[in-house]
């Protein structure tokens, strides 16, 4: 009669195999975890960025509402560098005369239209990201 041993009760451990498997297993999940942290950086870069310009052009903004209506020009103003910290922003207003349809206007009808768009560099050269708020301007 044939005796079959078993081998496995006198094993203890992991083979090579097993170990090389959860080694790369646990490398993976490693970078995995790891990919959110520059996305979350850049993320958090690109919001500062955008909250920064919108506190720029509200900014603008206020300085418009402080004058009478009477002192604000119409025109096109391109500010292309502001001051530090905020160098690498630029900033454009546009006053404009508009009619009650909100058209433009070649008559002061007693509304005003501003329009305050600022941008910054993003990575991409070629696509500057920019953000822009409107307002109307009534004469009293």
């Known amino acids: 009669m044939l005796k079959f041993i078993d081998m496995r009760k006198n094993e203890i451990g992991f083979t090579l195999i ?3 498997f959860t080694l ?4 993976l999940g490693l970078l995995t975890v790891l990919q959110v ?4 950086f850049n993320l958090e870069r690109s919001n500062q960025s955008r909250s ?3 506190l720029l052009a509200q900014e603008k903004m ?10 604000i020009v119409e025109g ?5 560098s502001l001051l530090a910290p905020f160098s690498s922003f630029s900033r454009r207003t546009i006053v404009s005369l508009v009619d009650g349809n909100l058209l433009p206007s070649a008559t002061d009808v007693g509304l005003k239209k501003i329009e305050i768009i600022v ?8 696509m500057p990201k920019q953000i822009q ?3 109307l301007i009534v004469s009293k």
């Not at 096109?76 to 292309?80: I, K, Q």
Request: proline share 8%; charged share 10%.
């Open 52 to 54: 920064q310009a919108a």
């Open 76 to 80: 096109n103003v391109f500010e292309a």
């Open 37 to 40: 942290f520059p996305t979350a």
């Open 24 to 27: 790369t297993f646990l490398f």
């Open 18 to 20: 097993e170990v090389l």
């Open 62 to 71: 206020e300085t418009i509402y402080d004058q009478s209506y009477i002192t």
């Open 119 to 126: 941008a910054w560099p993003s990575l991409l050269p070629w």
């Open 133 to 135: 708020i409107n307002s």
